[in-house]
């Protein structure tokens, strides 16, 4: 086999991995971002909490505390994530209400 190719083709497997790895901005950019849109999916459901969370994520973010920003972007997710669930549920037991059943 051809050496000089052989050495090529491990150097482009081996550099793959180290490309596709997001660094700790991307990370909090995508956690962040997905937080977000979550929490504007609760429509009139908005917990409060869950902005003052973002805003604490997002200055965490811009003095470049990534970790503190992360960990405050995944709590805020998670808040989100059960306003979310509150709004579906009321959407439920309000049809039961109204309707019976």
């Known amino acids: 086999m051809n050496k000089p190719l052989l050495a090529i083709g491990i150097s482009l497997a081996l550099s793959v991995p180290v490309a596709t790895q997001a660094g700790p901005k991307e990370d909090f950019q995508e956690v962040y971002s997905k937080a977000q849109s979550t929490h504007q999916d609760a429509g009139n459901f908005q917990w409060t909490i869950t902005s003052d969370r973002l805003k604490a994520a997002k200055s965490a973010a811009d003095s470049g505390d990534h970790e503190k920003a992360m960990a ?24 039961q209400v109204v309707i019976g059943n």
């Open 72 to 95: 405050m972007a995944d709590e805020a997710l998670k808040l989100a994530e059960e306003s979310v669930a509150q709004r579906k549920k009321q959407q439920q037991a309000w049809r």
